[in-house]
T-cell receptor, first 117, second 109 residues
Framework: GAVVSQHPSWVICKSGTSVKIECRSLDFQATTMFWYRQFPKQSLMLMATSNEGSKATYEQGVEKDKFLINHASLTLSTLTVTSAHPEDSSFYIC?????????????FGPGTRLLVL | GQNIDQPTEMTATEGAIVQINCTYQ??????LFWYQQHAGEAPTFLSYNVLDGLEEKGRFSSFLSRSKGYSYLLLKELQMKDSASYLCALMDSNYQLIWGAGTKLIIKP
């Protein structure tokens, strides 16, 4: 149980385009999902908390107009990187909180590697 | 505020035992998690402690002392595949995870 999928796993795009990443909880409902970014050899960095049916909460320094988050259902959250630039190239990882597990354990998707040329 | 400390890197030998420590300071506490992250992959959940004591799961065990703000992850019978980063994460009073920087564990034959 507690499986989270993420799609796509790899994206290569030109500068200026928008990229949409999907995060799905496959066997549980997740009212809360999280979006992280991780640069090579660095720690996980929380970008935003995605709440089903309401606006996402963004961490300080993360541009909400650039990283659009939609959590329209209990099993799906999407992150759209708008007008992507090379500095947005990173490993984007989502997690979903399973409230049926210990205080709401976060289970991670496999991640999406974004390369902006 | 909150603060989490864990060693940056540790080295151990295949077949041996290693203990990765995590100390924390927090005003609100709803548990402590350990995750494993292999290079280039997303983290995977290992363990959760909210009460003092030792939780054992096969070769991996996790310990918590709330009064000391201290946890450790114990890995027994080390295998080469255990080479990874181990992340300690604290769940605060708002049920948000506060992440440690991770400990890179290197296993040598």
């Amino acid at each position: 149980g507690a499986v989270v999928s993420q799609h796509p796993s790899w994206v290569i795009c030109k500068s200026g385009t928008s990229v949409k990443i999907e995060c799905r909880s496959l066997d549980f409902q997740a009212t809360t999902m999280f979006w992280y970014r991780q640069f090579p050899k660095q720690s996980l960095m929380l970008m935003a908390t995605s709440n089903e049916g309401s606006k996402a909460t963004y961490e300080q320094g993360v541009e909400k107009d650039k990283f659009l988050i939609n959590h329209a259902s209990l099993t799906l959250s999407t992150l759209t990187v708008t007008s992507a630039h090379p500095e947005d190239s990173s490993f984007y990882i989502c997690s979903a909180r399973d409230l049926g597990q210990d205080a709401g354990t976060q289970y991670f998707g496999p991640g999406t590697r974004l390369l902006v040329l | 505020g909150q603060n989490i400390d864990q060693p940056t890197e540790m080295t151990a030998t295949e077949g041996a035992i290693v203990q990765i420590n995590c100390t924390y300071q927090t005003s609100g506490f709803n548990g402590l998690f350990w995750y494993q992250q292999h290079a280039g992959e997303a983290p995977t959940f290992l363990s959760y402690n909210v009460l003092d004591g030792l939780e054992e799961k096969g070769r991996f065990s996790s310990f918590l002392s709330r009064s000391k703000g201290y946890s450790y992850l114990l890995l027994k019978e080390l295998q080469m595949k255990d080479s990874a980063s181990y992340l300690c994460a604290l769940m605060d009073s708002n049920y948000q995870l506060i992440w440690g920087a991770g400990t890179k564990l290197i296993i040598k034959p």
